[in-house]
């Protein structure tokens, strides 16, 4: 918190607010299911499609396998339609949707260093 404190300070820390917003070229923020108030996920732009980072939108693979909402939602429609949307983002590839909390994803992706992995 207190490098987030800094960075604000400084003016170098830029909140994303809403939904489907770009800050950054080739990287989208979207407004998710409700995890939290706005829980966010991310989309970034790759040379295989596009990549979800779901955050806390998508805890595990058995989520998106079993079509299951999140254990800790305020609201399981809109979580699941939160995922139904971080498909279709991620149609081109879906092995790129990357869930927020599996340790899957440790074996899904190459390692290039402990607790790193390359997603492409």
């Known amino acids: ?12 820390l830029r909140f994303v607010n809403g939904d489907d917003q ?10 998710g299911g409700k995890h939290t108030w706005a ?11 596009t990549a979800v980072f779901t955050s ?24 699941l339609k939160a995922q139904d ?3 279709t983002l ?6 790129l949707i990357v869930p927020g909390h599996d340790p899957a994803v440790f074996e899904r992706y190459p390692r290039i260093a402990e607790g790193i992995v390359r997603i492409r």
Do not use: F, H, W
Not at 1 to 12: C, K, P, Y
Not at 22 to 31: A, Q, V, W
Not at 41 to 47: I, K
């Open 85 to 87: 949307r971080i498909r």
């Open 22 to 31: 770009e800050p950054i070229s080739g990287i989208r923020c979207y407004t």
């Open 90 to 95: 991620a149609a081109a590839d879906p092995s």
């Open 56 to 79: 806390d939108n998508v805890y595990l693979y058995e989520n998106l396998d079993k079509r299951l909402a999140i254990a800790q939602t305020l609201d399981p429609a809109a979580n």
């Open 1 to 12: 918190m207190s490098a987030l404190l800094r960075i604000n300070m400084e003016g170098r």
């Open 39 to 49: 829980s966010q996920y991310v989309g970034v732009r790759t040379a295989s499609g």
